[in-house]
């Protein structure tokens, strides 16, 4: 059995924006917890370990570790801070209850910061802020600590304060004592409890009247000020002080925060799983050891070693390594032959750390099981069939290549590979066009598909060949119309007959295909609909007028003739093909484009150069902000097809400075010269007659 309990656990995932210092930050946690001897350099530390984060010098991998620190387990997630890679950092969430922002001293608010703060807090997690690299040339600290309170609320307060020109901090909290670089220490002491009795009305009754509270009487309305958003606490490190590197800044003072404010368990907001499609029938855990098992697997790591490494936080029950589990997969259905655990791991970076069981709140992994997913649960209960947590809100991959083997005879390896990288990151997409018959894979960003391609070379030895895809265009009508066709053929014996009727309407943007049947009298012999609505929905799937699959719209089928010995399947199934096709060239047929939503980071000085850009792209500007470090984001409305080869050009209007992020938006209809132009060149798969 472990040697602590639920409540000694601390989950914390470190997230924040590239070079923020996220992953010397846990090397400097774990080397003041005493996990390790000492501090590593870059390219040799504890969760940054894989051939790639090596190479390019960054985390892109989520990577968990853990100690031991007075008496609590505290298990860290270091997490990537390249928005490519948002993906990984967002799967990290289900498996805490705390998500630490780390926020550089030099750059202030970057994209990924805004972003996470808010993520965690549609989760509901607890969230604090920790200001790195303090003693950075031009750091300009309360600037920053301005600037966070303006961005994320006043609830936001310094829990510890620089000092010392920030080679020290100082306590406001358990001991509120000494100078501080900037503001009163005193000071930042009320304005903590002021933020947390406000929480508790008896705490409130006691501190109006006597003026102080006792620090034992703080930690749960603390906590529940953390659980419900009402308090982030700030505090300021130096993970890798420029001056003596193995006396880490304000790591002990952090340290002391998490294993006695932060929530453990059984402390913090529930998950609730939920059970089949029912949104409505939730299932909350309870962190009982002696209940049912409930795990989540919140990430997969393939090693061409030791197989695919799956890691789980257990939400309920004990597991132990003889456990036998079921694995319910929301999108693999339910497994109805357990799955026998063998070996059970602490994961300490690349190290794995064998253990003989998992109690409620922890996290652990087990290898080599190829029937477990991403996002499955583990459960040893027959009454808990498919049942998942509630989905992330991952962001839509819209940057695609194009790809073919380099070398003949490799197709079959190539697949293979690439579905062990679906498996691994979940904002990564490997797509079949069926009209362009292009293999495409899909990521976030040009960084995000360069490191895929390469982990493909590196790790299963297959190089590929890449070009731009085409664009993922849509098909949908904007008014209604109706369409006929009798399909009628002899060859000698027995002939083909179909005649059908229908009618096509639009719906609105976004609601996809229905299929109706209004026929009555018999018109069409019920057991016949099936291969109407089969011949309609081959052209959904193939399109009408340029070969893409169609949308948001409806077909509903109302009369037609059949013949008792000549009306087969094949019959209707052509008749509805182009008895459909028909309507639609009736029906004002459009081309549909994906639009992304931009959020582009550029210098000031670079900001009109950028917006008349975007808009030279058919772009609507939706609004701007400054940032702190004369730097501003551009928040913008793009059709893709302008915008899929972007990470360039923003290189050369900004000389390297800028960034930017995109999710899918919406889809718009394309300009109608564009459109002749796509039509023009389809050319239609003719039924045989």
């Known amino acids: 059995?472990?040697?602590?309990?639920?409540?000694?656990?601390?989950?914390?995932?470190?997230?924040?924006?590239?070079?923020?210092?996220?992953?010397?930050?846990?090397?400097?946690?774990?080397?003041?917890?005493?996990?390790?001897?000492?501090?590593?350099?870059?390219?040799?530390?504890?969760?940054?370990?894989?051939?790639?984060?090596?190479?390019?010098?960054?985390?892109?991998?989520?990577?968990?570790?853990?100690?031991?620190?007075?008496g609590r387990h505290i298990n860290l997630i270091d997490t990537p801070g390249a928005p490519d890679f948002i993906g990984?950092?967002?799967?990290?969430?289900?498996?805490?209850?705390?998500?630490?922002?780390?926020?550089?001293?030099?750059?202030?608010?970057?994209?990924?910061?805004?972003?996470?703060?808010?993520?965690?807090?549609?989760?509901?997690?607890?969230?604090?802020?920790?200001?790195?690299?303090?003693?950075?040339?031009g750091a300009d600290l309360p600037g920053l600590v301005a600037a966070i309170r303006e961005t994320f609320g006043n609830e936001c307060l310094p829990i510890t304060l620089p000092a010392n020109g920030g080679k020290a901090v100082v306590d406001c909290f358990f001991n509120p004592e000494g100078e501080s670089d900037f503001g009163s220490v005193e000071d930042a002491h009320t304005a903590i409890i002021d933020q947390v009795v406000e929480i508790d009305e008896k705490l409130m009754e006691i501190y109006l009247d006597q003026g102080e509270v006792k620090p034992e009487q703080l930690h749960e309305p603390f906590e529940r000020a953390l659980r419900e958003g009402h308090l982030v606490p700030i505090c300021f490190t130096s993970a890798h002080p420029h001056n003596n590197a193995d006396n880490p800044v304000g790591i002990e003072s952090l340290l002391d925060v998490l294993v006695k404010l932060a929530p453990n368990p059984k402390e913090g907001n529930p998950r609730p799983f939920i059970k089949g499609d029912d949104a409505e029938h939730e299932i909350h855990a309870d962190a009982d050891p002696d209940n049912h098992v409930l795990a989540h697997v919140f990430n997969v790591r393939v090693d061409p070693f030791a197989g695919k490494l799956c890691m789980f936080r257990v939400h309920q029950g004990t597991i132990g390594k003889d456990s036998q589990l079921f694995i319910g997969d929301p999108d693999e259905g339910e497994s109805r032959k357990p799955v026998k655990i063998g070996h059970l791991f602490k994961l300490q970076g690349k190290k794995h750390v064998e253990i003989d069981s998992a109690i409620p709140g922890d996290i652990a992994a087990v290898a080599k099981f190829d029937q477990i997913h991403r996002d499955g649960v583990l459960h040893d209960s027959h009454d808990e069939d498919s049942i998942h947590l509630k989905p992330l809100p991952y962001p839509v991959p819209m940057v695609g290549l194009a790809i073919t083997a380099k070398r003949r005879g490799e197709e079959q390896k190539i697949a293979d590979a690439l579905t062990k990288l679906q498996e691994e990151d979940p904002t990564f997409k490997v797509t079949r066009d069926a009209t362009t018959h292009e293999t495409v894979i899909h990521g976030v960003g040009d960084l995000h598909l360069r490191i895929m391609l390469e982990k493909l070379k590196h790790r299963d030895n297959v190089e590929v060949d890449t070009k731009q895809p085409k664009i993922a265009y849509r098909e949908t009508i904007q008014a209604k119309a109706e369409g006929h066709h009798r399909h009628k053929k002899q060859t000698g014996g027995a002939g083909q007959f179909g005649e059908v009727y229908l009618r096509v309407e639009p719906l609105e943007r976004g609601a996809g295909f229905e299929f109706a049947n209004d026929t009555f009298g018999g018109s069409i012999p019920h057991q016949l609909i099936p291969a109407v609505e089969k011949g309609v929905r081959q052209v959904v799937r193939e399109g009408a007028i340029a070969g893409y699959p169609m949308q948001d719209l409806k077909v509903s089928v109302y009369d037609g003739k059949h013949h008792p010995v000549d009306?087969?399947?094949?019959?209707?199934?052509?008749?509805?093909?182009?008895?459909?096709?028909?309507?639609?060239?009736?029906?004002?047929?459009?081309?549909?484009?994906?639009?992304?939503?931009?959020?582009?980071?550029?210098?000031?000085?670079?900001?009109?150069?950028?917006?008349?850009?975007?808009?030279?792209?058919?772009?609507?500007?939706?609004?701007?902000?400054?940032?702190?470090?004369?730097?501003?984001?551009?928040?913008?409305?793009?059709?893709?097809?302008?915008?899929?080869?972007?990470?360039?050009?923003?290189?050369?209007?900004?000389?390297?400075?800028?960034?930017?992020?995109?999710?899918?938006?919406?889809?718009?209809?394309?300009?109608?010269?564009?459109?002749q132009q796509i039509v023009a060149e389809f050319k239609p798969k003719h039924d045989d007659e």
């Open 1 to 70: 059995m472990a040697s602590y309990s639920t409540t000694d656990i601390r989950n914390i995932a470190l997230v924040g924006h590239a070079s923020s210092g996220k992953t010397t930050l846990t090397e400097a946690l774990m080397f003041k917890a005493g996990a390790i001897g000492a501090m590593g350099r870059a390219g040799d530390m504890l969760s940054d370990f894989t051939d790639e984060e090596k190479e390019h010098g960054h985390s892109l991998f989520n990577a968990v570790v853990h100690c031991d620190y007075q």
């Open 88 to 137: 990984q950092t967002i799967s990290a969430l289900p498996a805490v209850e705390t998500v630490a922002v780390v926020i550089s001293a030099q750059a202030g608010i970057e994209s990924l910061t805004r972003r996470m703060m808010d993520r965690a807090k549609d989760r509901n997690l607890c969230r604090m802020i920790v200001i790195n690299k303090i003693d950075a040339e």
């Open 567 to 675: 009306s087969k399947e094949i019959a209707f199934v052509t008749a509805a093909r182009r008895a459909f096709i028909d309507a639609v060239n009736k029906a004002r047929p459009a081309l549909l484009e994906p639009v992304v939503d931009m959020e582009v980071t550029v210098p000031n000085n670079a900001m009109g150069d950028v917006t008349g850009d975007l808009s030279g792209k058919r772009g609507r500007i939706q609004g701007t902000d400054m940032l702190p470090g004369d730097m501003a984001i551009i928040r913008a409305i793009v059709p893709l097809a302008e915008v899929s080869n972007y990470q360039g050009q923003l290189k050369s209007v900004t000389g390297g400075q800028g960034t930017y992020t995109m999710d899918l938006s919406h889809y718009d209809p394309v300009p109608s010269h564009v459109q």
